[in-house]
């Protein structure tokens, strides 16, 4: 089986930094995009940001050029880097995968996979 832990979060005052970090473990044959997500309270949740395996990234509008998301295929581990944090950051985080693994009769099957989540709270 798959697990994505999420590690990282916190509280932060408005304008400071955290990092994130998603470790995905398990019988992974191979990972394709992997992701970040966020839900505040009474809100749907919402992507952030995805990498693909060849390292494309793509940003939801609110958080271009103050997030970074980067990930370490050796480790088969996923980063966000969010600096100038604003309240309106405050969430749960989740990370997600698109993960292949190899089933009894060696086909591959692929699906989404999800961490537990980590909360980030931005305030003063």
């Known amino acids: 089986q798959v697990q994505l832990v999420e590690s990282g979060g916190g509280l932060v005052q408005p304008g400071g930094s955290l990092r994130l970090s998603c470790a995905a473990s398990g019988s992974i044959f191979s990972i394709n995009s992997m992701g970040w997500y966020r839900q505040a309270p009474g809100k749907e949740r919402e992507l952030v940001a995805t990498?693909?395996?060849?390292?494309?990234?793509n940003y939801v509008g609110s958080v271009k050029g103050r997030f970074t998301i980067s990930r370490d295929n050796t480790k088969n581990t996923v980063y966000l880097q969010m600096n100038s944090l604003k309240p309106e950051d405050t969430a749960v985080y989740y990370c997600?995968?698109?993960?292949?693994?190899?089933?009894?009769?060696?086909?591959?099957?692929?699906?989404?996979?999800w961490g537990q989540g980590t909360q980030v709270t931005v305030s003063s």
């Open positions: 997600n995968g698109y993960i292949s693994t190899v089933q009894n009769m060696g086909d591959i099957s692929w699906l989404d996979y």
């Open positions: 990498i693909t395996g060849g390292g494309s990234t």
